[in-house]
């Protein structure tokens, strides 16, 4: 996939990136054999936010701003 998604579609997907675990939380003890599955789709909707222009290590502080520490550089 390397074309751009519409503006809702890109917010939905904001919106489920934030609910997704982190790739460090994913382990086979956690996720069991599927775990690798888990790893992929991760990297997939990564990859698919930065071709949106969208750093997705700021993606939760644009969809909860309340809940993010704000930077201390």
């Known amino acids: 996939m390397s074309e751009k998604i519409n503006q809702e579609a890109l917010h939905a997907l904001k919106i489920a990136f934030t609910y997704m ?3 460090i939380e994913v382990t086979k003890y956690e996720y069991g054999e599927r775990y690798q ?3 992929e789709h991760i990297q997939l909707v990564r990859e698919t936010l ?4 969208v750093d ?3 993606v939760e502080g644009d969809i909860n701003p309340e ?5 201390t550089y």
């Open 37 to 39: 599955s888990v790893l």
């Open 21 to 23: 675990p982190k790739a």
């Open 50 to 53: 930065l071709i949106n222009d």
């Open 67 to 71: 809940y993010t520490p704000n930077s």
């Open 56 to 58: 997705p290590d700021e």
